[in-house]
């Protein structure tokens, strides 16, 4: 069983779109994450919800806007797709966001913006 | 702005050489982690150390924390093919934040 998944894995889409990234994790943890890997392979924290909870918000456009329905999903929704915002996203799960940082990462969603 | 700096940023070695990894910080952290990625995967944990010069192994992976909490070290005897990958360490900062500060990564080659 897949413990954190995302679709799609590859998106490929024009400047100006609006896309969508969906993540589901079955680990039964409390907290979920949103990162962004660029092309130097440098993982940043773009997002972090708690039982649905928006508890982290790092400076990110506000073209970007995340939504947990429940505590086992978060998605992450784009608007205005720019060139820069190519890059790998990667979704991530943990217990507890506050006595550990151990996260689980899904595959990855890799975004090209042409 | 708390930072991770990873050296080497690139190797390439030759099956059953040793390596270390170093990962640097001026900063202290509450834990240490260290992931494996590869590539068109997401990271995957290997270690979590939490205590100023703890020393954790597996198998042929020794992983260390500086006794300051400020830095730490990857150990690898014997490289395999396998072994192939990002490796990426991950501070856990102090304050009772929830925010993982991920370091720069190494990409470690291993040729048959």
């Known amino acids: 069983d897949t413990a954190v998944s995302q679709t799609p894995k590859y998106l490929v889409t024009q400047m100006g779109n609006d896309k969508s990234i969906k993540c589901e994790q079955n680990?039964?943890?409390?907290?979920m994450y949103w990162y962004k890997q660029d092309s130097k392979k440098f993982l940043k924290i773009m997002f972090s919800?708690?039982?649905?909870?928006?508890?982290i918000n790092e400076t990110v456009p506000n073209r970007f806007s995340p939504k947990s329905p429940d505590k086992a999903h978060l998605n992450l929704h784009i608007n205005s797709l720019e060139l820069g915002d190519s890059a790998v996203y990667f979704c991530?799960?943990?217990?507890?966001?506050?006595?550990?940082?151990?996260?689980?990462f899904g595959p990855g969603t890799r975004l090209t913006v042409t | 702005t708390q930072l991770l700096e990873q050296s080497p940023q690139f190797l390439s070695i030759q099956e059953g050489e040793n390596l270390t990894v170093y990962c640097n910080s001026s900063?202290?952290?509450?834990?240490l982690q260290w992931y494996r990625q590869e590539p068109g995967e997401g990271p995957v944990l290997l270690v979590t150390?939490?205590?100023?010069?703890e020393v954790k192994k597996l198998k042929r992976l020794t992983f260390q924390f500086g006794d300051a909490r400020k830095d730490s070290s990857l150990h690898i005897t014997a490289a395999q093919p396998g072994d192939t990958g990002l490796y990426l360490c991950?501070?856990?900062?102090?304050?009772?934040?929830?925010?993982?500060?991920f370091g720069t990564g190494t990409r470690l080659q291993v040729f048959p």
């Open positions: 919800y708690n039982n649905k909870e928006l508890i």
């Open positions: 991530a799960s943990s217990q507890d966001p506050y006595q550990g940082y151990e996260q689980y």
């Open positions: 680990l039964g943890h409390d907290t």
């Open positions: 900063s202290v952290f509450s834990s």
């Open positions: 991950a501070g856990g900062p102090r304050g009772g934040t929830d925010k993982l500060i």
């Open positions: 150390v939490v205590t100023g010069g």
